[in-house]
């Protein structure tokens, strides 16, 4: 099977430079709204090195569940739901307003704003679970966009966490999973530092799951156990240990 190349690394930041220099800081000429929305956003501390003042939060988070701390129980805090509403439907925008070819960074030999497309429809569908979920019961993931989400998790994901993480050094473990409702069959393989992907049922493997998109998708994103999948065969140990050699983030 041809191997899943290597992640682009990640740019370090770079201090802004002049013809003499680093460049001191120029007074701001920010609209006395945008400043009161970064301040906002100097108070939700948590994810090192990010610029919170893209989020745009507003002046008063009391209540707001802040990156890098635990979930926040009780009622919805007033301004959440509105602020998140806006940002998705800007995303939105913007991805129908540019040519999804453009060339910009991702973590991916994908390095198209079609890369971002596609990870932010994933993320969207995912987090729709989520939230269903915690009201009620969650309704399955669209059949076309879960089997692409699996297909992206080997495609991108997996060489991506390995990496990030410095997961264990593959032994040649072999996977194969099955879509019950479609034409998704899926053979992937470890080889040291490499991620393998081809097609499935033309090898054996060491453990084979199948089950419907939207329950290999959710399997894949630690959402449902692998007693929900419609079949496991094989070395269960093996199976088990895939979120090892893919660890979460």
Known sequence: MPKTPKMPKTPEPMEPMGPMGP???????????SKKTAEGAEGAEGVEGADLRF?????????????????VGGPVPPGLIDWFARGASALAALFESV?????VWTYGQDRTIGFWVRVQSIE???????????????RPIDAELA???????????????????RAPQGAGERYRF?????V??????????????GPGGLEPCDVEVA?????????????????????VKGDRETLDRWFTLVPPV
């Open 99 to 103: 040519d999804t070819t453009e060339a």
């Open 184 to 197: 998704g069959d899926w053979a992937v393989e470890f080889d040291g530092g490499d991620v393998r992907l």
């Open 124 to 138: 969207a569908a995912i987090h729709r679970w989520d939230a269903e979920g915690a009201i009620g019961a969650a």
């Open 147 to 165: 089997a692409d989400a699996v297909r992206q998790t080997f495609e991108v994901m997996a060489p991506a966490r390995r990496e990030w993480t």
């Open 178 to 182: 099955r879509q019950t409702d479609g």
């Open 55 to 71: 989020l745009e939060l507003p002046v008063d988070l009391t209540g707001w569940p802040l990156p890098g701390s635990d979930a």
């Open 211 to 231: 089950g419907t998109a939207s329950d290999l998708m959710l399997f894949l994103w630690h959402r449902i156990p692998a007693d929900r999948l419609a079949g």
């Open 23 to 33: 460049m001191e800081p120029e007074e701001s000429t920010e609209p006395e709204e």
